[in-house]
């Protein structure tokens, strides 16, 4: 059974950093673009993040410059490091994975409609 499943979330001050992990099974991750996205309760999904399966990454403007993304095709996983953390960054993160039937997709999409195969999420707070 395909499933993402991601890990690292909790509880940080403003202004540090953390890492999740977007763990992969029952399928190799090195054909799937992957994605971020958060929610937070009674607001809309927000992008993130995404890398292709060629390692190319996009990402939303509110993160741009203090999060990065990135895949360990060898461990079956994609990481966002998350750095400079504000308030603002309390949601809900989850990630999502789309085929893509090769290994150099040069492009991946923030649009989450796109992305069929979801993990269940992490809690990220930020707060003093």
């Known amino acids: 059974q395909l499933q993402v499943v991601e890990s690292g979330g909790g509880l940080v001050q403003p202004g540090e950093s953390l890492r999740l992990s977007c763990a992969a099974s029952?399928?190799?991750?090195?054909?799937?673009?992957i994605s971020w996205f958060r929610q937070a309760p009674e607001k809309e999904r927000e992008e993130v993040a995404c890398?292709?399966?060629?390692?190319?990454?996009n990402y939303a403007a509110s993160v741009k410059g203090r999060f990065t993304i990135s895949r360990n095709n060898a461990k079956n996983t994609v990481y966002l490091q998350m750095s400079a953390m504000k308030p603002e960054d309390t949601y809900i993160y989850y990630c999502?994975?789309?085929?893509?039937?090769?290994?150099?997709?040069?492009?991946?999409?923030?649009?989450?409609?796109?992305?069929?195969?979801w993990g269940r999420g992490t809690q990220v707070t930020v707060s003093s």
């Open positions: 890398i292709s399966s060629g390692g190319v990454e």
């Open positions: 029952g399928f190799t991750l090195d054909s799937y673009d």
């Open positions: 999502a994975a789309v085929a893509t039937g090769y290994r150099s997709s040069n492009i991946c999409t923030l649009s989450p409609n796109s992305y069929p195969y």
